[in-house]
């Protein structure tokens, strides 16, 4: 059934795809921001529908004003599982621009990029981050840098936490699991050399797929905290939360 079942939802998918790309081109030239963020809600929830893909969200996101939302890296998903639930501008690697389709997808859904390779490539994305807390929106964060199977999380890279205590904005981890069926799917995750055809073949041949996207409670701004303290104590709480037997009941942050 697998290979049917892809054929099934490839072509919703790619048409889309094409629907959310055209949008950006024709008529986001016409929407005021406020607008342009329902529009990128309302298509994530869409794609992430046609996918297959059923988005679980416990706690309470932040829904509104300035955020940092900090979240634990496993596949392509992430971006619009969380744009799903309030539209999000991510930080994310400069290279994942120029990938064929997914890149110009979270170009589309307001990604900041940040090019490793230049010497001031932390200042000018916190730069970015600024100008989108001054406007009350989300910022995402992975801050691992790359994505995992999902069963444990790698260590927090500290500088991008800085804009957060320029802004004096609260950072809400946010912990994300794959599920098949109700069990933990790392053969999900988008890891690896694995191509993104492999892993649209994955994820599109399968019934069950769940996204359990968990909010953990916020951590204030604090006089005097440092950029890596403030990482360490996010990547403290997702980390226990992925870990933790009954996730729903280890909500606390640090």
Do not use: Y
């Not at 094409?18 to 929407?31: C, D, K, R, S, Y």
């Not at 730069?127 to 995992?148: H, K, R, Y």
């Amino acid at each position: 059934m697998a290979p049917l079942l892809f054929l099934a939802r490839a072509l919703p998918v790619a048409l889309w795809i094409a629907a959310g790309l055209l949008t950006e081109l024709i008529v986001f030239p016409w929407l005021r921001r406020p607008r342009r963020r329902q529009v990128v809600r309302a298509w994530s929830r869409g794609l992430m529908t046609l996918c297959g893909i059923r988005v679980h969200v416990d706690g309470s996101p932040v829904r509104e004003g300035a955020v940092l939302w900090v979240a634990n890296h496993i596949s392509w998903v992430d971006i619009f599982v969380l744009n799903s639930v309030r539209p999000t501008s991510f930080v994310a690697k400069s290279d994942i621009r120029r990938w064929p389709v997914l890149g110009l997808l979270v170009a589309w859904a307001g990604t900041l990029f940040i090019d490793r390779a230049h010497r001031h490539a932390v200042r000018l994305a916190g730069q970015q981050m600024q100008a989108c807390f001054d406007q009350g929106d989300v910022v995402g964060l992975f801050p691992e840098g790359t994505s995992t199977e999902g069963a444990d999380v790698k260590p927090f890279h500290a500088g991008l936490f800085e804009p957060a205590i320029q802004a004096t904005v609260p950072v809400q981890p946010i912990a994300l699991r794959f599920l098949h069926r109700g069990r933990p799917a790392p053969s999900l995750a988008f890891v690896g050399d694995q191509t993104l055809v492999a892993n649209l073949w994955r994820l599109l041949g399968r019934r069950g797929v769940r996204v359990d996207c968990t909010f953990l409670p916020p951590i204030p701004p604090a006089p005097g905290q440092t950029r890596s303290l403030l990482a360490q104590r996010t990547h403290a709480a997702v980390a226990r939360h992925l870990k933790a037997p009954n996730p729903g009941n280890q909500n606390a942050a640090p």
